[in-house]
């Protein structure tokens, strides 16, 4: 059975850091597109990072360029997103998004963890 689970969510003011982490079973990530996802009430879904099955190409959205890192760990099939300098608009909950890029494997969501940024 497939499973994605995010974890390492919680409430920082502004300016810290968090370290999100993505953990599958019963896939490899390195073998999917993993995507960071946020959602919050005031705005729709926002793609903030895309990485590559082979973990090289990272893209990130323009608002959290220079501040946001998301790299693999094949040995511990996990991606994480290091989130630095947090701004009270980073506050949503955000997903991991494992995208088969083969076009027959399907693809799976996590359930969430939320960031609250507030002082």
């Known amino acids: 059975q497939v499973q994605v689970v995010e974890s390492g969510g919680g409430l920082v003011q502004p300016g810290g850091s968090l370290r999100l982490s993505c953990a599958a079973s019963g896939i490899t990530l390195s073998q999917y597109v993993v995507n960071w996802v946020r959602r919050s009430p005031g705005n729709e879904r926002e793609l903030v990072a895309r990485?590559?099955?082979?973990?090289?190409?990272?893209m990130y959205a323009d608002s959290v360029k220079g501040r946001f890192t998301a790299f693999r760990d094949n040995v511990k099939n996990t991606v994480s997103l290091q989130m630095n300098n947090l701004k009270p608009e980073d506050t949503a909950e955000y997903y991991c998004h494992a995208e088969a890029s083969d076009g027959v494997s399907g693809d799976y969501w996590g359930q969430g963890t939320q960031v609250t940024v507030s002082s």
């Open positions: 990485v590559s099955d082979s973990g090289v190409i990272v």
